[in-house]
C-alpha cells in the first residue's frame, strides 16, 4: 500500500487513511450501495463490526481526546463508508483507518483469530487508563439527572486515573493491557487499555467537519447511529450478563435493529425499533424516549378508561361513568381505527420489556390507552358485551383523564375487623393514625400492586418481630470491553429493626407485574421474613439501582446500571411467584370485582385470629 506524508504531524498515513478521510468529510462521494431505505445482509455485517468497535474504543481507549470526541459525528461520517465495503478484508482496511484516526493505537486484521499480543514491561513513568464505576459519561443534556443521583448517593463516575508503571501492571498484569476481540469470523480488534502520558494527551488527526449536534430521525446515518450508540451502553454497561446472552445481544439483536432503523421514516418509527431491541431483556428499567429539556418526565395521573387482558381478550376494567353503559367494565373491545385489538396489542408487547411474552402482553393492554392518546386525540372502539351486539364508540381521551383527587382512602376497613392498605399512597402519619385499629385488626391486605411509598420502609417493620435484612446492591468497576474482568463493589445492606407495636393479625400482600424495584425489594422482604403470604401475579422481575444517559442528545435512555446481589434465590428476569396466584375473570370484570384482593379476604376469613 502507499504511503503519504500527514500534512498535520510528522506521522504517515496509509492512502486508504486518507481516502476515508475524504469520504467522512464529504469531498469525494461515496459508492452507491442499496437503496436508502434498507440494508443488504453486507452492509448489516459491517454496520454491526463498526458498531462493536467503536464502543469498546469510546469507553475504553484512554487517550484524552477520545474522550472528548463527538462519537455520533464519527459514526455519522463513518457509516456510508463502512456500508461499501465489499469483502472482510476491505472492511478491516476501512475499520482500521476509521478508528486510528480517533485512536492511533488500534488495530483492525483480516486474521481468522485474535491477534496475538506480546505483553512487554512497561518502562517507569506515568500511564492513563479507563476507571469506569457503572457509566459516568453520556450525561449531556441531563443535569437535574446528574443532581439526583448525587443526593442519592449513586456512585457512577468515568475517569482516566493516573497511575505508575507498577499499579498499572498490578491492574492490568501480561497481556491484559491488551484488548482483543474477534468482530466477525475474520476481523480481530485490538487496542491497549493502558497508554503512556505522552500516547494519553496525543492529538488525534481526526477531522470530523460540521458537528452532528443532535441525531435527528430523518437521516439514515443518525438512525443507525442512534442504534448503534443506545445498543453499546447497554453491551458494556448491563450487569445482569446471563440475561443479555440470553437476548442473543450481540449475534442478532443488533444486526436486526439496524435493518429496522434502515427502514424507519420518523422518530417514532426508531423508537419503535430502539424499544424493540430493549425489550429483548426482562428488565422494566430499560427503557427510551425522546429527551426533554431537564431530562425527566411528568407522570401523569392514572386513566379513568382502562383495559386489561383476560383469555386473550382485550376488556374494559374500568371506565368513567360518561362513558358507561357502552364501555362499562366486562365490555369486550375487538377494534381500535378499524385494526383488530390483538393485531394492536401483540405490536405494542413487542416494545415493553416483560419476564414473558404474556406478561408483555397483559402490560400491552394496560397501557394502550396512553398509546392511543399519544398518537390521536380520539379513537374509534368497535365492543360488544358478553352477549349482545356489535356496536361502536369514539373516545376522546381528554375526557377520560383520571384525577388524584376525591380517592378513597389509604387505610380502609373493608369489614369488620378487616383493613385494606394502599401502599401507593400510605404515609406513615396514615398509618399511625390508623394503628389503634390495626392491633385490632382480624387481617390485614397490603396492596402493592403499584410502586409503594417509600414510607413503606418505616411501615413494614411493624409487620415483623425481627431485624428485617434487606437485599444489597453493587456498583459493577469496570476497566476492559464487555464486562471482560469486572468487579462488584458495594456495602452489604443494613438491617432495618423491627418496630413496636408489632402487628400481629394474619396479613396479605398484594403483588403482580407492576410490582418491580422497590416494590419488589418489599415483596421480596416480605416473602422471605415470612411477614404474610403474596397473592396475585408474578412480580416484574427487576430490581437493582437504575442509570441514565442521553443518546445523541435526542433520547433519554435508562436501564439497570446497580445490580442486586439477593440474600434468597435470584428473582432478576424471572420475579417472584406468588403464594396464592388470583388473576381477573371476564364475569369479576362485568361485576367490577377486584380478583385479588377477593381472594385475600377470602383466606383471611378462614386464617383470622
Not at 233 to 258: E, G, K, M, N, V
Not at 483 to 495: M, N, S
Request: overall charge positive; charged content about 15%; hydrophobic content about 40%.
Amino acid at each position: 500500500m502507499q504511503r503519504a506524508r500527514c500534512v498535520t504531524g510528522s506521522c504517515y498515513y496509509s492512502m486508504h487513511t486518507i481516502y476515508f478521510w475524504l469520504l467522512c468529510s464529504g469531498l469525494v462521494p461515496a459508492p452507491s450501495t442499496a437503496t436508502p431505505d434498507s440494508l443488504t445482509p453486507r452492509e448489516a455485517h459491517n454496520l454491526t463490526a463498526l458498531a462493536q468497535a467503536a464502543g469498546a474504543v469510546k469507553y475504553f481507549y484512554p487517550n484524552r481526546h477520545t474522550a472528548r470526541l463527538s462519537w455520533e459525528t464519527m459514526l455519522v461520517r463513518s457509516i456510508p463508508v463502512v456500508r461499501c465495503a465489499r469483502t472482510d478484508a476491505a472492511l478491516a482496511a476501512t475499520l482500521d483507518s476509521a478508528l486510528r484516526l480517533v485512536a492511533p493505537e488500534t488495530r483492525l486484521v483480516a486474521n481468522a483469530r485474535p491477534v496475538p499480543v506480546v505483553a512487554q514491561p512497561l518502562v517507569a513513568g506515568s500511564y492513563y487508563h479507563w476507571e469506569h464505576q457503572g457509566l459516568g459519561l453520556d450525561k449531556a443534556g441531563l443535569p437535574i439527572v446528574r443532581v439526583m443521583f448525587r443526593l442519592a448517593g449513586l456512585p457512577y463516575a468515568s475517569s482516566m486515573p493516573q497511575v505508575s508503571s507498577a499499579e498499572a501492571e498490578q491492574r492490568y498484569p501480561g497481556s491484559v493491557r491488551q484488548y482483543s476481540a474477534m468482530l466477525t469470523d475474520s476481523i480481530s480488534l485490538c487496542f491497549p487499555l493502558v497508554l503512556s502520558a505522552a500516547q494519553h494527551r496525543q492529538r488525534l488527526p481526526w477531522r470530523s467537519g460540521p458537528r452532528v449536534r443532535r441525531l435527528e430521525p430523518e437521516h439514515m446515518a443518525q438512525r443507525l447511529a442512534t442504534i448503534m450508540l443506545t445498543w453499546n451502553i447497554i453491551q458494556h454497561f448491563y450487569p445482569y450478563r446471563a440475561l443479555l446472552d440470553s437476548a442473543r445481544w450481540s449475534a442478532h439483536a443488533l444486526p436486526a435493529a439496524l435493518h429496522q432503523a434502515a427502514r424507519a421514516r420518523t422518530q417514532a418509527d426508531l423508537l419503535r425499533t430502539c424499544r424493540q431491541l430493549l425489550a429483548r431483556l426482562p428488565d422494566r428499567h430499560v427503557r427510551i424516549s425522546p429527551k426533554t429539556r431537564t431530562g425527566l418526565s411528568i407522570v401523569p395521573p392514572p386513566w379513568a378508561l382502562r383495559f386489561t387482558l383476560v383469555d386473550s381478550l382485550v376488556v374494559v376494567r374500568q371506565s368513567p361513568a360518561a362513558l358507561r353503559p357502552l364501555l362499562a367494565p366486562g365490555t369486550i373491545v375487538t377494534h381500535v381505527d378499524g385494526q383488530p385489538v390483538r393485531q394492536l396489542i401483540h405490536q405494542l408487547a413487542s416494545t415493553i420489556p416483560a419476564t414473558s411474552r404474556a406478561v408483555a402482553q397483559h402490560l400491552a393492554a394496560e397501557a394502550l390507552v396512553r398509546h392511543l392518546a399519544a398518537r390521536a386525540p380520539t379513537s374509534l372502539f368497535t365492543v360488544r358485551a358478553t352477549e349482545g351486539p356489535i356496536r361502536q364508540q369514539v373516545v376522546a381521551f381528554r375526557e377520560v383523564r383520571g384525577s388524584l383527587y376525591h380517592q378513597l382512602p389509604a387505610v380502609l376497613e373493608v369489614e369488620p375487623g378487616l383493613y385494606y392498605l394502599d401502599a401507593a399512597r400510605l404515609r406513615y402519619s396514615d398509618f399511625q393514625r390508623a394503628m389503634s385499629r390495626l392491633q385490632k385488626a382480624r387481617g390485614v391486605v397490603v396492596d402493592m400492586r403499584q410502586r409503594p411509598t417509600y414510607d413503606m420502609l418505616r411501615i413494614l417493620p411493624h409487620f415483623s418481630a425481627t431485624a428485617l435484612r434487606p437485599d444489597s446492591t453493587a456498583t459493577p468497576r469496570l476497566r476492559q470491553p464487555n464486562f471482560q474482568q469486572a468487579f462488584l463493589q458495594g456495602a452489604t445492606g443494613r438491617p432495618i429493626p423491627a418496630q413496636q407495636p408489632y402487628l400481629q393479625a394474619p396479613t396479605i400482600f398484594l403483588v403482580g407485574p407492576d410490582t418491580y424495584s422497590y416494590g419488589e425489594t418489599l415483596a421480596e422482604l416480605v416473602r422471605r421474613h415470612r411477614l404474610g403470604l403474596l397473592v396475585g401475579q408474578r412480580t416484574g422481575g427487576t430490581n437493582g439501582e437504575m442509570n441514565m444517559a442521553s443518546v445523541g442528545r435526542s433520547y433519554h435512555l435508562s436501564w439497570t446500571g446497580r445490580q442486586l446481589i439477593p440474600r434468597g434465590d435470584a428473582y432478576q428476569g424471572s420475579g417472584l411467584a406468588p403464594d396464592l396466584w388470583a388473576a381477573p375473570t371476564l364475569a369479576q370484570l362485568t361485576q367490577e370485582q377486584d380478583a385479588e384482593l377477593l381472594l385475600a379476604l377470602t383466606w383471611l376469613r378462614q386464617h383470622a385470629r
